[in-house]
């Protein structure tokens, strides 16, 4: 078996993964997706700038040909080359295991080795900014084949981040962490047993097992699609024998509140999840049928929302941001105005076709937005408001252009959260508006396409990109809307029971 630094990255993420990256069918794996690509662009991008001018040497050899690989590598560092790129180093790894450690660069340091007065440092190029454990864990494990490869130890390595540089990682921490997490790898692969399913969003939207592991979870109808079970928490049900979305629902939450990770406020939502989900029907919450003003929510520590409240006014804007966090650039910000007196809707994208154009496209919203001093401004998730607050203060907006918008913000998010459990899989904006009826043009679109989109455009000055881009973002507007109104109408139709059927 052969045991890279990918796998052992992919399981720290997911044992599931790095045991079907060994055994699964390669045909159920998803094509790798548009978003993904970019990133694997990206990354060769930033590699290419950071080796810039160096000299450095590549082994040769074909693809997947790891043994050639790493006698071509041992040939460079035997003849003490300055630098490698990408060289092939292998070690025994206990019975039927073989190490594969392709790092970044190893460059040339003063030192004993096997190859004379001098050895190998690696250092790993990573496009992140941050020093993830899990890079850390990935330069320990080049570091342990490194050693047996020139029968020297290393005491420095190195990570190059993006941005920050070069980061030294701990390898007194480091290597005994990777150490273990290594033998527990080792150890699950070794068993006949794939690990459960368990869908976690963050970290299995960009795993090309995605659609496979799915489709199992929503045929079982595992409890991980249930908003709130967290593995943690999936362990303690487990122990219970709660591993049903009904044996769930009929579970009294006072059986689960002293679960470790629990507690009264957990153990009633998850069992309110889960009969919202088996009965495909939204309950209100118990909150909404409390009077005002009403206590701080222990999550955000913020005063509740007045429920029976929802802004609603002849004139409601509908505000959506499209954005890439990687080049700290907001280039869409789409605005739905619904007039409700003239029973119009007019859709304003404002669009930086160019990076520069981000201060106009900025002053533009100013401007669309004081168009209509009155109108609350509805958005999904804090981003919007919290970009706006940004914006102003990377263009010097003055505190009287801004600052008597701020309270005109209506995060639906927080009041669907604070307000009524839905039969859905998560919180997020796309499961909720579907659930309430509303369809995407584009049914595969989301914010990580758009931004792929926006890449395209910039590479090829295609406007079909643009244009995927602008029907996106006034969907997630339309969605945003779509949303409010049923949530408006929920609230004034709500029994005392706190139930009322209004699926779509
Ligand atoms: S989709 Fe999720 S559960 Fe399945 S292998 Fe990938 S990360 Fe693991």
Not at 23 to 39: I, S, T
Request: hydrophobic fraction near 40%; include cysteine; proline fraction near 7%.
């Amino acid at each position: 078996m052969l045991l890279t630094a990918e796998l052992l990255l992919n399981y720290q993420r997911c044992s599931r993964r790095a045991f079907l990256d060994v055994y699964g069918d390669v045909d159920q794996r998803d094509p790798p997706n548009d978003y993904l690509l970019k990133l694997i662009q990206d990354s060769r991008e930033h590699q290419q700038v950071v080796l810039g001018a160096r000299a450095v040497h590549r082994p040769h050899y074909s693809a997947g040909d790891l043994v050639t690989g790493s006698q071509t590598t041992l040939a460079l560092m035997q003849q003490g080359v300055e630098q490698i790129y990408q060289g092939v180093l292998l070690a025994e790894g206990g019975e039927d295991v073989t190490l594969v450690s392709i790092p970044d660069l190893l460059v040339k340091h003063p030192g004993k080795s096997i190859f004379g007065d001098w050895l190998y440092v690696p250092t790993e190029i990573k496009l992140g900014k941050r020093p993830k454990l899990e890079y850390q864990i990935t330069v320990a494990f080049h570091v342990q084949v490194l050693a047996a490869v020139q029968g020297a130890w290393v005491e420095n390595a190195w990570l190059f981040l993006r941005e920050k540089g070069m980061y030294a990682v701990d390898l007194w921490e480091m290597l005994p962490r990777m150490q273990a997490i290594l033998a527990e790898c080792i150890e699950m692969l070794r068993q006949p047993q794939e690990p459960e399913v368990f869908i976690a969003r963050n970290r299995c939207n960009l795993c090309h097992w995605f659609n496979h592991c799915y489709g199992i979870a929503r045929e079982r109808q595992h409890l991980s699609l249930l908003p709130g079970v967290t593995p943690p928490r999936y362990q303690q049900l487990q122990l219970l024998n709660l591993t049903s979305v009904e044996a769930l629902a009929s579970t009294n939450p006072k059986a689960l509140e002293p679960l470790p990770g629990f507690g009264s406020e957990t153990a009633q939502k998850l069992v309110r999840q889960a009969q919202a989900t088996q009965d495909n029907q939204a309950i209100a919450l118990p909150t909404v049928f409390a009077t005002n003003p009403m206590p701080p929510t222990t999550k955000s520590a913020k005063p509740a929302l007045p429920l029976h409240s929802l802004p609603t006014a002849t004139v409601e804007l509908y505000f959506d941001i499209e954005a890439e966090p990687n080049l700290d650039l907001v280039y869409l910000h789409g605005v739905l105005v619904v007039d409700r007196l003239l029973q119009t809707q007019q859709f304003y994208p404002l669009l930086a076709e160019r990076p520069e154009q981000e201060e106009q496209i900025w002053q533009n919203l100013l401007d669309l937005l004081w168009a209509y001093p009155d109108a609350p401004i509805f958005h999904f998730c804090p981003y919007e408001a919290q970009t706006v607050e940004r914006l102003a203060s990377r263009y010097g907006t003055p505190a009287y252009r801004v600052k008597p918008l701020l309270p005109r913000f209506v995060d639906l998010h927080e009041w669907v959260t604070q307000s009524v459990t839905l039969p859905v899989e998560s919180y997020a904006l796309k499961p909720i508006a579907r659930w309430v009826g509303f369809n995407w043009r584009n049914p595969a679109a989301n914010g990580a396409q758009s931004i792929f989109w926006y890449a395209q455009w910039l590479s090829t000055g295609d406007r079909t990109y643009l244009n995927a881009i602008l029907d996106y973002n006034e969907d997630d507007c339309r969605a945003t809307h779509q949303v409010k109104d049923w949530l408006a109408n929920f609230l004034q139709k709500i029994e005392p029971t706190g139930v009322l059927d209004c699926s779509a």
